[in-house]
């Protein structure tokens, strides 16, 4: 028996092999699904089985072509309902792979499918169990994806009822979750990406004994909005989607300046993917920076709207992978990217912008001297309140698109988040909605408290 969690750290997303005797499961798999075929193939096995814990609304499965390319049967739990072949199973149900058996438990509670697969090794004993969004590290999924369905209460009072399945398996038995620290699938994931039901019933917050109405009460407080594209890779999971391949194909047209130009023209969003420290010396007018050295797909999909048609500056040998991490989150309207990148674009003699970034110390100067120029953090409110700069106003990077137009495009804006990354991200967006006077902050709130400036931060 073999077991391999196969982590995207960008998506803080975990997939899973498991191969026995010639037979293999893949759970929860990315939309780039050769990685699981040549596996297979390198084990001598065949997949016979993809098991999906729900319908994931952060990014895109890799389930429909997997299944079409291997004619392995897609496997979800009780109540689920597609408009493509799958099995249903029931709960309690055992699946036999190989000389082991997988067992499915109607988990509901993050969504009324989702389910948890339970590995029954080649003695019989339960020996991991693969929890989907139901249970993390530290963790529950939340519950509010189903507005207007389900109330998040609701969600919530069947999740209570849904983990004492697994807190009843023994304590020894491994949990491996579908996401790890970072997702926003759940409140405060832990930073393991796994652990055992004995660890998660000592140290999880929504194991501990308290009352469905306790839980209920626990499990939904605090809880960001979720990003819109959630409701849109959910709605792709469930009905289908262009399969990848397409995709693929038709991003990968490498584009003249004059094509990229007139592709702009036309409406494109422009997504730059060079590291923030190259991208402000110089880019596109109206492109965005989401470096690929972040969590630039999720960035990209929290900012911009996933079905528009999108147009990609990479740096030269990194657009396969611009374009393939773009598509994990369901972006299927990419037409193309820059030939040659950036230098192409100065090559043409096109016009470019520039981001101007300041020092920590430069930040206090521009405070102290300019009462006019606004101090925007970016972080998460969490983050914010945890410690910030006195006189900073918090407008997270969730938040800014649908904070912006309320902004005042003449004003100043000093940007910062706790690095550079997600500031970068904010400064060019806010260029691209006619804000010009933007300069972000290098290092972030990071360097604002190794520099022990002047402006000293704040505990909330």
């Not at 055992?94 to 339970?118: A, N, R, W």
Request: hydrophobic fraction near 40%.
């Amino acid at each position: 028996m073999k077991i391999e969690q196969l982590y995207t750290n960008c998506l803080a997303q975990a997939a899973y092999y498991i191969e026995s005797d010639g037979e293999v499961a893949i759970i929860d798999p990315l939309r780039d699904y050769q990685m699981y075929i040549d596996k297979a193939a390198a084990d001598g096995a065949t997949i016979k089985y993809i098991f999906e814990t729900h319908f994931h609304a952060d990014f895109v499965s890799g389930h429909i072509d997997l299944a079409n390319k291997t004619g392995a049967k897609i496997v979800y739990g009780p109540t689920t309902q597609t408009s493509y072949p799958i099995h249903v199973a029931e709960d309690g149900e055992l699946l036999p792979l190989g000389k082991i058996k997988i067992k499915v438990l109607h988990t509901p509670g993050h969504t009324p499918e989702s389910s948890s697969f339970l590995l029954i090794d080649e003695k019989g004993k339960d020996h991991s169990v693969f929890t989907g969004d139901t249970l993390f590290v530290g963790d529950v999924g939340r519950p509010d994806l189903l507005d207007g369905i389900m109330t998040k209460e609701q969600l919530a009072g069947m999740m209570y009822h849904s983990l004492k399945k697994l807190i009843a398996l023994a304590d020894e038995v491994i949990v491996y979750p579908a996401h790890g620290s970072g997702s926003a699938c759940g409140k405060n994931i832990g930073k393991e990406t796994f652990s055992t039901i004995g660890q998660q019933k000592g140290n999880n917050y929504a194991l501990q004994p308290m009352t469905e109405s306790e839980f209920i009460d626990i499990v939904t407080d605090g809880i960001s909005p979720a990003p819109a594209y959630f409701f849109k890779d959910a709605k792709l999971n469930k009905q289908g989607y262009v399969s990848f391949e397409e995709v693929i194909e038709r991003g990968s047209k490498a584009l003249s300046a004059v094509e990229f130009d007139e592709a702009i023209k036309k409406g494109a969003n422009i997504i730059d993917t060079r590291l923030p420290d190259n991208f402000e010396l110089g880019f596109i007018p109206g492109a965005i920076n989401f470096g690929l050295n972040g969590q630039y797909a999720i960035w990209a999909a929290t900012i911009l709207d996933i079905h528009a048609p999108i147009l990609l500056v990479a740096k030269p040998g990194t657009e396969k992978e611009s374009l393939e991490r773009l598509t994990r989150v369901g972006f299927d309207n990419i037409i193309g990217y820059l030939d040659g990148g950036f230098e192409a674009w100065v090559g043409a003699d096109k016009k470019y912008d520039m981001v101007i970034s300041i020092s920590a110390e430069e930040l206090a100067l521009d405070s102290k001297h300019n009462p006019n120029a606004k101090i925007v953090d970016v972080r998460k409110p969490t983050e914010f309140k945890t410690a910030h700069v006195k006189v900073a106003e918090n407008i997270s990077l969730a938040e800014l698109p649908q904070q912006v137009e309320s902004l005042d495009k003449s004003g100043e804006y000093l940007i910062h988040c706790a690095g550079g990354y997600r500031s970068m991200v904010a400064a060019s967006f806010m260029k691209s909605k006619g804000i010009r006077n933007v300069k972000n902050v290098w290092g972030g709130f990071d360097m604002i408290k190794k520099e022990e400036v002047e402006i000293i931060e704040a505990k909330a």
